[in-house]
């Protein structure tokens, strides 16, 4: 039998990123995330999967201790850089953490990367992360996958990049858009309830819908998973 493919995730929020991928079949083996909510969410759903909360030490922490092997990078790197809201400051705000990410690519190589972030990336970030990309000897290939798409009742369209070790074995050559029918749900998605009370737990509750509103939808990481697994089980 095959082993799973380990995946790393960095800025993982509450893991939609991992949920998904789990979801295609992939063993969660680490967890990066700084928001002590999120993180507490994160081991609440993954009691066995370390977690660290700093990118900039990742790479080291990973190699601390005797660790699996990463398979897959994935991330959702901080959008405020380049979201078409806010102060627009791309690669000179200093949530701009995509570089930290690239070193942590280049020092673990695994065979794949996931990168996750808004629409508004494609004209200011996009170009630096495949240039690295290509630096660092990987095939990516971008695009934008909707969550309508995946059979949700809202649009959320995001910019994914996946990418491809041009090392031993053929580079991917993939779509990432879906190519079949768009998935018809027969029931909606359960909502987060309203936030309009002033008693018992608002701030919780903040830190709740925050980390809720910016997650990744599994399903959209779950499609991924499917191709990257598809190509690995064809070589």
Known sequence: MTEPLNVLELFAGIGGLSLGLQRAGMRIVGHVEINPFCRAVLHKHWPEV????????????????????????????????????????????????????????????????????????????????????????????????????????????????????????RPARCRLEPTGPTPVRTRRWPTEPRVGRVAHGLPDRVDRVTALGNAVVPHAAEHLGHLILNHHQSR
């Not at 078409?84 to 695994?110: E, F, N, S």
């Not at 972030?117 to 170009?127: A, D, E, M, Q, S």
């Not at 240039?131 to 995946?150: F, I, K, N, Q, S």
Request: hydrophobic share 35%.
């Open 50 to 169: 370390p977690s660290h909360d700093d990118v900039r030490t990742a790479a080291a922490w990973w190699r601390s201790t005797d660790r699996p092997r990463v398979d897959v990078v994935a991330g959702g790197y901080p959008c405020q850089p380049d979201s078409l809201a806010g102060p627009k400051l791309g690669r000179d705000d200093p949530r701009w953490l995509w570089p930290q990410m690239a070193d942590i690519i280049a020092d673990l190589r695994p065979a794949w990367v996931i990168g996750e972030n808004v629409l508004g990336h494609r004209t200011r970030g996009l170009p630096t992360v495949l240039d690295d990309l290509h630096r660092l000897g990987y095939t990516p290939h971008p695009g934008v996958l909707r969550a309508c798409e995946m059979g949700a009742p809202h649009p959320r369209p995001r910019v994914f990049v996946l990418a491809h070790t041009n090392g031993p074995g």
